[in-house]
């Protein structure tokens, strides 16, 4: 049915609007008698003992939603009549396996609410949730700026706030931890870097604001509650975000780089209500969103998919073009030979989270999908394309003991082509995680490199990826002077690599080997007698490379 004038076009958004902030397919319109463009005031739960002793209720503008009440049951043109009554804006009913009665539709075009059905799939709170936070977004904040983002843009409401405000701005859920935060221009306090990084703020800090009441006043008050400056931090300032009696979370200014001004506190409380859509989406489907988002993310760096449909899932812009980055993270260089395949710790999963939050704030259109103990960060294309990975390996490296190996792949124009650059990050990444399981553990440090700076290593990774199952088939005496080592603990083949490395050169092999010379030619003659690897033959010496080659990998 058309959308016809509402009678109080003033009294709230319409139901259009309302409906069209929902997930699609979540509702369908069945009857519509005044048309879409009823306005509506809130929603709430039918309850039959809330009528008053004359058969009305107080549900004039509502969405009602009948949790119980199947579309094509009996008792649907009850509720229906009696939210009729109510004059209520719509009345939603479970939708079955059977179509709604015909009474029931012939009531619904007779009176003055809409009727609505919710589609088996979808559940009564997550219903209510999104419906709660469409009104939320409807409704005016006043807050020139805020009133533009996206839906659930918490990094964008940060940013925005920040500038309004004058400050550093965080956005926290209630139990404190970091769900965004605005672009820094200046060296944050240490209290501000403790919380970005671990995502949340210390428990020893949190315990401290409760013990001192702080919490108590944030969480009774709508009012900014204000912590002063003391020797180890600057001022701050925060809000709790409510709607209702809901709290949501709570905004967090803190001075950056001056003190904040007279107005920040009046500019705080004003977008605290802008906040309020954003938090609640977040809180409704915003970690839904987030897991179908990084799955598109997978979809296009594996080549599954409509590369145009996927990326539109993704958030990607189709015509632009895209370079893949890879971070590997370790808890410690000790665990720097693990397989990349492994799930990691909480450790590694914590700078992950670093590396992530890092990423979404350092250049616009980021996105990023997680593997184990990888992150695969999607980049728009910038002027340098190690860039992105120096600034992880900046954040990384304030992580205690983390270790992160962070490979660039090539520019590519076409989204179809992205499978292509992420196998070369993650052959750069490989190419430096062998180089540091080479080293002594206490050598080995945070490393990143693109593409186009290691392509002779990436090359020779590939062809001992494709010679690998060939070389197990075979034997030969490079196969058993492997063999003897691993057996025995002997290092005729540490040997050999040495010498080869440095071209036959025994001086500089003696010494990365930290042995005598003499101990060294020992060596070699004992391999030529013991397994018949004669370094004088040039084709025993290239099968002795390739064969030490995949002897020393990781794992």
Known sequence: MAAQEPDRPDSGPSLDRILGLIAPGMLDVVVAPRGSGVPVADVALYDPGEERDDGTWA??????LAVGVDAASPEAIDVLRAADRAEAAAVVLRRGTRE????????????????????????WTEVLGQLRTALAHSAPTGTTGVEGLRLGDLPGLANTVAALVGGAITVEDPRSRVLAYSRMDHEPDPMRRL???????????????????????????????????????????????????????????????????????????TAARAAVPHLSHHQTWGRAAARAREGAVHALLDGSGQPARVAHEAGVAPGRPYTVMVAEAYDGPERTGAPSAAAGGAAEQRVLDVLALQAAAYRPGCVTARSGRRLYVLLPAGEDETDPARALLTAARSVPRGVVFAGVGPVKADLSQLP?????????????????????AVDVVSAAAAFGELVPEVSALRVLDRVAPLWESLPGP??????????????????VAAYLD??????????????????????????????????????????????????????
């Open 59 to 64: 549900a004039s503008g509502l969405i009602l």
């Open 100 to 123: 709604p009665r015909t009474a029931l539709l012939e009531a619904a075009a007779a009176g003055r609410t809409a009727l609505l059905t919710r589609r088996p799939a979808q559940g």
């Open 195 to 269: 919380t970005i990084l671990g995502q949340e703020v210390p428990r020893w800090r949190v315990d401290e604001l409760r013990e001192s009441g702080f919490f108590q006043a944030l969480w009774s008050t709508d009012g900014v509650v204000r912590l002063p400056a003391d020797d180890r931090y600057a001022e701050r300032l925060a809000v709790a975000v409510r709607h209702g009696s809901e709290i949501l979370g709570s905004l967090w200014a803190a001075a950056d780089g001056r003190p904040l001004a007279e107005d920040a506190a009046a500019a705080l409380h």
């Open 420 to 440: 292509a650059s992420r196998e070369a990050a993650e052959l750069v990444v490989r190419v430096l995680a062998e180089r540091a399981a080479r080293l002594p």
């Open 478 to 495: 490079v196969h058993a002077m492997v063999e003897h080592d691993r057996t025995h603990g002997s290092e005729y083949g540490v040997s």
């Open 502 to 555: 440095a071209f036959g050169d025994t001086g500089a092999a003696a010494g990365c080997l930290n042995v005598h010379p003499n101990t060294l030619r020992y060596r070699l003659r004992r391999a030529r007698e013991l397994f018949g690897v004669d370094l004088a033959d040039p084709t025993l010496r290239l099968l002795a490379d390739i064969g030490l080659r995949l002897a020393r990998r990781p794992g």
